[in-house]
């Protein structure tokens, strides 16, 4: 089983940054793709951005140029650095990783951007 922890969501105002992070604990799998998802009150879950374990990246067309995607060194860890935020981007964000045969989710972590 893999466990996942999410962190740095808050409250920003519109134009602010924010950075999240997200760790993968556990044993018996091996983390391939990481990525973050994010699903606004009445909305449908949606992709924002993944990482292979090779390091290619993908993007949602809303946020290109201003989110960007980085995995750590110990490749268990992935983050989402979050600029020029709007207030459409406001969501729980959720972190996935990827097994061979698993996806496995986080809990998720709430940005608000409002002023």
């Known amino acids: 089983q893999v466990q996942l922890v999410e962190s740095g969501g808050g409250l920003v105002q519109p134009g602010g940054s924010l950075r999240l992070s997200c760790v993968a604990s556990?044993?018996?799998?091996?983390?391939?793709?990481m990525g973050w998802y994010r699903q606004a009150p009445g909305k449908q879950r949606e992709l924002v951005a993944g990482i292979t374990s090779g390091g290619s990246t993908n993007y949602a067309d809303s946020v290109k140029g201003r989110f960007t995607i980085s995995r750590g060194n110990a490749k268990n860890t992935v983050y989402l650095q979050m600029n020029s935020l709007k207030p459409e981007d406001t969501a729980v964000y959720y972190c996935?990783?990827?097994?061979?045969?698993?996806?496995?989710w986080g809990q998720g972590t709430q940005v608000t951007v409002s002023s």
């Open positions: 996935h990783a990827d097994s061979q045969h698993f996806r496995f």
């Open positions: 556990g044993s018996g799998f091996s983390i391939n793709a």
